[in-house]
């Protein structure tokens, strides 16, 4: 059948078509083969107030105020192609993203002979990615821009580590690859070890504590080893768990410690001329007995009033506490610390510290190499403060700090594989609230956004810890609860009356489900939509619920 002998489609204008075209929260349209406007639903209409009868003219006049359709016209590819198209618009008049999804209607014929056009509005989504995309920006910009090494792996499902999927210039330096081939390797295959086990002991104790430091070698692209130390911590990158190892060559430390044990002629060569700050230290008392001139210049003092001072004079820990630590440095139980030492000009400093027991004469003192780690516990800090931001901002809704879509989704499909797993309760609460389209029609938007933060902040303070909230978008909500339906019932009615004593202007119509072991997520999810229509169909501010499982 040739598409331009086909009748005009005609969308019968009977009451209940209309009452379930209304139904549908997103803006609908069913569009001609010429794309002139057949019937649109009421969020349409509550979308565009000052809208005449559109019917019968070009829906990119109408709604758009133009000539011709805009580039790429998803409406447009739908026709042409037969299947559905989907694109994301900004629009300008309105400052608004919309989702825009077309899917074609046929008849008799092999062509389309007009098209449903839906439009959601992901302004809010939209926002969210963007700025979890700014700071994504400036957290690899601080990893790149870092003095230390950096690396990162993924954990993958046997929890070991993966390869590396980010490293910094400087990791490239340290162990002289390309970028490209050190994202080709694997830790183990850069650490100069024969025997992994003390590898695999120190990932366990990563993956159960989340954070690790630990001594070891890694083996350059020219084959010398390299002694360093890593400071490794677990971090969500784009929802997969990852290792990023802070890295720190101490070759020059080890030959250091190897000449310190050797001969007291290499000692004084290595102690006074290293350019790191070095004192020694007399265990029993804390008296400074030797300092090199790095050590003067780091804080401040002449070397004769160094050599005067205890280092309970500089370390900010109390007294008891720091002959603590030089007992297990002088028992040699532990022998790399981090204080805090406080300089002459009275500024307090972080310092990484490494500390042995030495033998001069007849006495035994304790050698310490002092390293000043402050600007890289900033960088850390920050790092780690940017990490939890873009986990933030990928888990929580931003207006209403409850978790988002995204994020509940997540949870939906762990937690549907738990019940079935373990046969357990599990049951969904799905509720918008009614009459919200007449607050912001009223009182605008930014009245709108203060009911729905009210809600929102109302029920997360009603609900249980282990009860999963989340804004499913717009008005709506949705709850993921671990009992059975006659309690999620009696918690929907406990949140019914908390919303209606609230005195917003709104009330809220709630759908119950529980979760069968038969169901899939679309299962839950079209019965709990099911069960909020058949209480808007109450008269709203009710509750409905739905038990069997929708074809």
Not at 93 to 109: D, I, N
Request: hydrophobic share 40%; proline share 4%; with cysteine.
């Amino acid at each position: 059948m040739n598409r331009n002998n086909i009748p005009p489609l005609v969308i019968p204008d009977e009451p209940l078509v209309s009452l379930l075209l209304d139904q549908i929260g997103d803006q609908m349209k069913v569009l001609g083969t010429d794309l002139s406007v057949i019937k649109v639903n009421q969020a349409t209409r509550d979308n565009f107030p000052s809208l005449e009868e559109p019917v019968g003219r070009k829906c990119y006049e109408v709604f758009q105020d133009r000539e011709f359709p805009c580039d790429g016209c998803p409406s447009l590819a739908a026709i042409r192609e037969g299947t559905m198209a989907r694109k994301v618009i900004f629009s300008g008049k309105t400052s608004r993203w919309m989702e825009v999804s077309a899917y074609p209607l046929f008849g008799e014929g092999p062509s389309p002979i007009a098209v449903i056009e839906m439009v959601k509005d992901i302004t809010e989504e939209k926002l969210a990615d963007l700025e979890l995309e700014r700071q994504k920006k400036r957290y690899y910009q601080l990893f790149n821009e870092s003095s230390d090494p950096m690396f990162v792996n993924l954990i993958d499902d046997q929890e070991k580590m993966a390869k590396f999927v980010e490293v910094n210039d400087r990791g490239c330096d340290l162990l002289g690859y390309s970028r490209e081939k050190l994202l080709e390797k694997t830790p183990l295959e850069v650490m100069g070890i024969g025997d992994p086990t003390e590898a695999f002991l120190r990932f366990r104790e990563l993956i159960e504590k989340g954070s690790v430091f630990w001594e070891t070698e890694f083996l350059s692209g020219q084959g010398e080893r390299k002694a360093v130390e890593l400071n490794c911590r677990l971090i969500d990158m784009d929802g997969q768990e990852a290792a990023l190892s802070v890295v720190r060559d101490i070759s020059s430390r080890k030959e250091i410690e190897k000449a310190l044990m050797e001969s007291e002629r290499s000692y004084f060569s290595l102690f006074h001329n290293d350019h790191a700050a070095m004192l020694l230290i007399d265990p029993d008392s804390g008296l400074i007995s030797d300092a090199n001139p790095a050590a003067c210049q780091y804080y401040g003092y002449p070397m004769e009033k160094l050599l005067s001072m205890k280092i309970q004079e500089i370390n900010t820990l109390e007294e008891g506490q720091i002959f603590e630590e030089m007992n297990l440095a002088k028992q040699e139980k532990r022998k790399h610390f981090f204080f805090r030492h406080r300089l002459s000009s009275g500024e307090i400093r972080d310092v990484e510290v490494y500390s042995g027991p030495i033998e001069r004469g007849s006495r035994r003192y304790l050698y310490s190499i002092i390293h000043d780690i402050t600007e890289r516990r900033k960088a850390e800090e920050e790092s780690r403060r940017l990490n939890e931001e873009l986990l933030l901002i990928s888990r929580v809704d931003e207006l209403t700090g409850v978790f988002n879509r995204r994020y509940f989704e997540e949870m939906l499909i762990s937690e549907l594989d738990k019940a079935k797993r373990y046969q357990t309760s599990l049951s969904l609460i799905m509720f918008d609230l009614d009459h919200f389209k007449e607050i912001n029609d009223s009182l605008g938007h930014m009245a709108g956004d203060r009911v729905l933060k009210k809600i929102a902040h109302a029920v997360r303070a009603a609900i249980r810890s282990s009860d999963i909230l989340a804004r499913w978008g717009g008005d709506e909500f949705m709850i993921l609860t671990p009992v059975r339906i006659p309690c999620a019932l009696k918690l929907a009615e406990k949140l019914r009356v908390k919303v209606e004593g609230l005195e917003c202007g709104v009330s809220a119509s709630f759908g119950v489900v529980e979760f069968c072991m038969e169901d899939t997520v679309e299962d839950l999810m079209k019965r709990a939509d099911k069960a909020l229509y058949n209480a808007k169909q109450k008269g709203r501010n009710s509750l409905g619920k739905c038990s069997f499982i929708l074809q």
